[in-house]
């Protein structure tokens, strides 16, 4: 059974930092795309970043050099270090295998106070 369970979220202030994990299960996850997703109240889901099975990581152009995407293919995890964190940073974060094909998990909020 696949399923991702994402943590590590919380609130926090402005300028501060949070790091997710993402543990992963039902897969072979070392041979998968990972990525990143966060949504905003009223808004529509976006990617934030993706790293690939090799490890090449992007981001987007919102969170650049600011967050750090990164994988421990031993633990069937992944990570999001967000730090300089913003109040438009407030969203449910979600982590994903690409392509979509997945049910998305229940996500970790994130609260960032201005």
């Known amino acids: 059974q696949v399923q991702v369970v994402e943590s590590g979220g919380g609130l926090v202030q402005a300028g501060g930092s949070l790091r997710l994990s993402c543990a992963a299960s039902?897969?072979?996850?070392?041979?998968?795309?990972m990525a990143w997703y966060r949504q905003a109240p009223g808004k529509q889901r976006e990617l934030v970043a993706d790293?690939?099975?090799?490890?090449?990581?992007g981001y987007a152009d919102s969170v650049k050099g600011r967050f750090t995407i990164s994988r421990d293919n031993a633990k069937k995890t992944m990570y999001l270090q967000m730090n300089s964190l913003k109040a438009e940073d407030t969203a449910v974060y979600y982590c994903?295998?690409?392509?979509?094909?997945?049910?998305w998990g229940q996500g970790t909020q994130v609260t960032v106070s201005s």
């Open positions: 039902g897969y072979i996850f070392s041979i998968y795309h």
């Open positions: 790293i690939t099975s090799g490890g090449t990581t």
């Open positions: 994903t295998r690409l392509p979509v094909v997945d049910s």
